[in-house]
């Protein structure tokens, strides 16, 4: 009782069903670009009425203190920021017509499953722990497994510079992560790579440990 909710919900968009009328939270922010597939910069922001007063943006643009006020404050404070690229924003209902049009939610479906396959088998060849059940209540397109090494810089390096894939090597409380993440343009054989360089990386150097 009496606490502001704020969630970051970055990544689901596209990738998690999204009722704000059924979550209710106070403010919410997600961006499109990541799982929706629009361009970079498309994000949207939501605010319940009663906070809205409260919200002032970073940048003030023409709305701001406006001498012809429109019937939201908080719209004309966030609406127009001057010489601001929007064509990102304006490119948001062709994207959501493009996903509706080509089942997306069964896309996500089969990208969801590619994920849950694999998932054991990456840290078996690690000799890791997965860190969650393998559901869909805990993993959507996106697995972290954890990896042992003394260089993380060094392997992401390695894996973009010499076998061209691009991952993240993440630190969290002293321990390390690599993660994976599955949309429509990702296939099997993508991870197939993935899994044999990893076993090439582990036979001839020590950037990983077992």
């Keep these: 009782m009496g606490l502001i909710t704020i969630i970051d919900g970055a990544h689901v968009p596209g990738q998690i069903d999204l009722n704000i009328t059924e979550l209710n939270p106070d403010f919410y922010t997600g961006t499109l670009h990541k799982w929706m597939l629009a361009p970079k910069g498309s994000s949207f922001l939501y605010v ?31 609406d127009y920021q001057g010489t601001r690229d929007i064509s990102a924003f304006l ?40 860190i969650c059940p393998i559901s869909e209540e805990f993993l959507a397109q996106m697995a972290s497994i954890p990896i042992k090494t003394s260089n993380p810089i060094a392997l992401k390096e390695l894996l973009f510079d010499q076998y061209k894939i691009e991952i993240p090597v993440m630190p969290l409380n002293g321990n390390y992560f690599l993660r994976y993440s599955i949309n429509a343009y990702n296939s099997q054989e993508d991870l197939d790579i993935l899994y044999t360089t990893l076993e090439d990386i582990i036979r001839t150097t020590d950037l990983i440990e077992l």
């Design 48 to 78: 319940k009425k009663d906070f809205q007063e409260m919200l002032d943006p970073l940048v003030v643009g023409w709305g701001y203190e406006s001498v012809t006020p429109g019937e939201s404050q908080f719209l004309d404070y966030q």
């Design 91 to 130: 490119c948001t209902p062709k994207v959501i017509d493009f996903l509706e049009e080509n089942n997306w939610k069964m896309k996500a479906k089969e990208c969801r499953k590619l994920v849950f396959d694999n998932y054991k088998r990456f840290c078996d060849l690690l000799h890791t722990e997965a």
